[in-house]
């Protein structure tokens, strides 16, 4: 079992920037990805961002250039830089991890951009 716990979300002005932590703990091996996914209200969960096990990355469309996903392996963690935060980015943002026929969700974190 894997256990993930994300952190650093809040309120934040049109504009400002947040950055998220996700922390894994538990049997950690083969992983093939890990990502940010958010959910907006009344919407369906989409993927933010996601870092496979070689280092590529990948976004979505509406966060390009504004997101950055990183990770630190040594340390299980992985975290999603946000600037340039919009009332769109307001959501519930949760961190999962695909290991090679298992997937684990956080429990979220809640986002919200609002002046």
Not at 60 to 80: C, E, Q
């Given at each position: 079992q894997v256990q993930l716990?994300?952190?650093?979300?809040g309120l934040v002005q049109p504009g400002g920037s947040l950055r998220l932590s996700c922390a894994a703990s538990g049997s950690i091996f083969r992983i093939a990805a890990r990502g940010w996914y958010r959910q907006a209200p009344g919407k369906e969960r989409e993927l933010v961002a996601?870092?496979?096990s070689?280092?590529?990355t990948s976004y979505a469309d509406s966060v390009?250039?504004?997101?950055?996903?990183?990770?630190?392996?040594?340390?299980n963690a992985v975290y999603l830089q946000m600037n340039s935060l919009k009332p769109e980015d307001t959501g519930v943002y949760?961190?999962?991890?695909?290991?090679?026929?298992?997937?684990?969700?956080?429990?979220g974190t809640t986002v919200t951009v609002s002046s």
């Amino acid at each position: 079992q894997v256990q993930l716990v994300e952190s650093g979300g809040g309120l934040v002005q049109p504009g400002g920037s947040l950055r998220l932590s996700c922390a894994a703990s538990g049997s950690i091996f083969r992983i093939a990805a890990r990502g940010w996914y958010r959910q907006a209200p009344g919407k369906e969960r989409e993927l933010v961002a996601q870092v496979t096990s070689d280092g590529s990355t990948s976004y979505a469309d509406s966060v390009k250039g504004r997101f950055t996903i990183s990770r630190d392996k040594p340390k299980n963690a992985v975290y999603l830089q946000m600037n340039s935060l919009k009332p769109e980015d307001t959501g519930v943002y949760y961190c999962a991890l695909f290991q090679y026929g298992s997937q684990y969700w956080g429990k979220g974190t809640t986002v919200t951009v609002s002046s």
